[in-house]
């Protein structure tokens, strides 16, 4: 008779919080596309750490996520040979949404154009 109460409440409190153990955040996989080592990619206020040429970084447990085109909305920056490129701007903010669960794959960029050196995101491909 007791294990009908506890079973009762138990299913009472999954239907009140419908999220109740699932997995909550963003995760976040960055390739570094770039052709050359970053070091301390940031996106934002968010610290990614270093990233070799050619490999994978997860990044999860984000709270949130501004996203615009499904990309991130603040552009990347890096070290690189002690220098930082990129900018520490976000694109306009106009039609940008904010997702607070999901998975993301993103390509890690660079764009070089005379004087001109910044790192992009791409989806992942």
Same mark, same amino acid.
């Given at each position: 008779m007791h294990y009908r109460l506890v079973y009762f409440l138990f299913v009472c409190i999954c239907f009140a919080y419908p999220n109740l153990g699932k997995a909550q955040g963003v995760t976040i996989k960055i390739h570094n596309k770039t052709g050359i080592d970053l070091d301390s990619v940031a996106m934002g206020s968010v610290y990614f750490g270093s990233i070799p040429n050619d490999s994978m970084k997860i990044i999860s447990?984000?709270?949130?996520? $501004?996203?615009?085109s499904n990309l991130p909305l603040f552009q990347p920056?890096?070290? $690189?040979?002690?220098?930082?490129?990129?900018?520490m701007?976000?694109?306009c903010g106009t039609k940008s949404k904010v997702v607070k669960s999901g998975s993301f794959a993103l390509d890690l960029m660079l764009y070089e154009q005379g004087e001109d050196v910044r790192l992009y995101w791409k989806e992942h491909q």
């Open positions: 447990g984000m709270t949130e996520l $501004v996203l615009q920056t890096a070290l $690189v040979k002690g220098q930082r490129i990129g900018r701007t976000s694109k």
